[in-house]
Antibody, heavy 119, light 110 residues
Framework: QVQLVESGGGLVKPGGSLRLSCAAS????????MSWVRQAPGKGLEWVGY????????YYADSVKARFTISRDNAESSLHLQMKSLRAEDTAVYYC????????????WGPGTLVTVSS | QSVLTQPPSASGTPGQRVTFSCSGS????????VNWYQQLPGTAPKLLIY???QRPSGVPDRFSGSKSGTSASLAISGLQSEDEADYYC???????????FGGGTKLTVL
């Protein structure tokens, strides 16, 4: 079955960097767009960005543009989120999710990894 | 502040039918399909409804979705205690070139 597992979260100081990874299994990773979604403590869901199945197209939410970089390794079935210049408001659980089909339904989600930005 | 507007809370008793609204604009709901997610406490979101009114395999037919113009709604019939969760609508936004989520509606089963 489809499985997504994030890793790399932790405590980082404001202005610092962190790299999240998402290991995918149970499906043909290179067939699917992938997305990152985050959720601040006690808040709603916020889309972070997506990457096309080939990696040629990447889009970001304005809140993370120029600070976050999404990449993928289809050979390793892995998705990555490089975060820099982190701010307190980036504190959240970060989920990777599979884009199932047209219309952008995110049909499979990882359990999430918590990123805390604090001094 | 979410561009897709959802009421923050809703409640119902077991067996009742409850509905959730999601209001957007022509750049999102008005021109694209709506998806709904259920998030049980302490867990990752789960796709509940896609393409306005389609249920993924395994989702009970107690859950249904609809869309009209720039608004969408989710209905749960035969409410059960395990339906207590947060419910989010989402749609692609052509102006932002990204996915928009609503602020979520917290359902309490009394």
């Amino acid at each position: 079955q489809v499985q997504l597992v994030e890793s790399g979260g932790g405590l980082v100081k404001p202005g610092g960097s962190l790299r999240l990874s998402c290991a995918a299994s149970g499906f043909t990773f290179s067939d699917h767009y992938m997305s990152w979604v985050r959720q601040a403590p006690g808040k709603g869901l916020e889309w972070v960005g997506y990457i096309s199945n080939t990696g040629n197209t990447i889009y970001y939410a304005d809140s993370v543009k120029a600070r976050f970089t999404i990449s993928r390794d289809n050979a390793e079935s892995s998705l990555h989120l490089q975060m820099k210049s982190l701010r307190a408001e980036d504190t959240a659980v970060y989920y990777c999710a599979r884009v199932w089909r047209s219309g952008w339904p995110l049909d499979s989600w990882g359990p999430g990894t918590l990123v805390t930005v604090s001094s | 502040q979410s561009v897709l507007t959802q009421p923050p809370s809703a409640s119902g008793t077991p067996g009742q039918r409850v509905t959730f609204s999601c209001s957007g604009s022509s750049s999102n709901i008005g021109g694209n399909t709506v998806n709904w997610y259920q998030q049980l406490p302490g867990t990752a979101p789960k796709l509940l409804i896609y393409a306005n009114n389609q249920r993924p395999s395994g989702v009970p037919d107690r859950f249904s979705g609809s869309k009209s113009g720039t608004s969408a709604s989710l209905a749960i019939s035969g409410l059960q205690s395990e339906d207590e969760a947060d419910y989010y609508c989402a749609a692609w936004d052509d102006s932002l070139h990204g996915v928009l989520f609503g602020g979520g509606t917290k359902l309490t089963v009394l």
